[in-house]
């Protein structure tokens, strides 16, 4: 009931195209979603979150879609770019406690 | 803009030796966590510790980690005595309240 599953394992994109991402959970106590990239030999950076109160948010190319009853949520990468190229975890938190379970990452490559 | 750094970057030890990992989280936060990754899987939480103690702790910290806050800043994760399989990335964490985990940069562990 802790897992976040996270899907593809590797997305490969051409330029300009859209990158998706999508993780489920089934922790219903699960109440904070961030989107996390990471560059090899380097920590995750977060790239945008959200809280259940809201269906979507978007922050320049990225935007996180969420469904609270099928518990889902995906990240959509607009007009991806080679430097977009990096690992994608998406986790989620009981807010309560702060902990992230992460899900097991997205190795995207964006071709030029 | 303040960071997470951790130190050192890189560390080899020997199998059955004492590491200790450490971190200088941003200066006005409260809660920190210990994370870690082996090559290729996802990031898994450690261990959190707000007000001087542990808050909370996973199946993985056993017996043989520990976490310090020795003098206000610095926050260390130390392993009594290593095993080849805690071989991993180690990412420490802090948050400030009601916001989101800043990640160091990591230390790279290897145990031969």
């Known amino acids: 009931q802790q897992q976040v599953k996270q899907s593809p394992q590797s997305l490969i994109v051409q330029k300009g195209g859209i990158s998706i991402i999508n993780c489920a959970y089934e922790n219903t106590a699960f109440d904070y979603f961030p989107w996390y990239q990471q560059f090899p030999g380097k920590g995750p950076a977060l790239l945008i979150a959200?809280?259940?109160?809201?269906s979507e948010k978007k922050e320049g190319r990225f935007t996180i879609s969420f469904n609270k009853s099928a518990k889902q949520f995906s990240l959509h990468i607009m007009d991806s770019q080679p430097g977009d190229s990096a690992t994608y975890f998406c986790?989620?938190?009981?807010?309560?406690?702060?902990?992230?379970?992460f899900g097991s990452g997205t190795r995207l490559l964006v071709r030029p | 803009e303040p960071e997470v750094t951790q130190t050192p970057s890189h560390q080899v030890t020997q199998m059955g030796q004492e590491v200790i990992l450490r971190c200088v989280p941003i200066?006005?936060?409260?809660?920190f966590y210990w994370y870690r990754q082996i090559l290729g899987q996802k990031v898994e939480f450690l261990v959190s510790f707000y007000n001087n103690e542990i808050s909370e702790k996973s199946e993985i910290f056993d017996d043989q980690f520990s976490v310090e806050r020795p003098d206000g800043s610095n926050f260390t994760l130390k392993i009594r005595s290593t095993k080849l399989e805690d071989s991993a990335m180690y990412f420490c964490?802090?948050?400030?309240?009601?916001?989101?985990?800043?990640f160091g940069p990591g230390t790279r562990l290897t145990v031969l």
């Open positions: 986790a989620a938190s009981p807010d309560s406690s702060y902990k992230l379970i």
């Open positions: 200066s006005n936060h409260l809660y």
């Open positions: 964490a802090s948050i400030p309240v009601g916001q989101t985990p800043f």
């Open positions: 959200i809280r259940p109160d809201v």
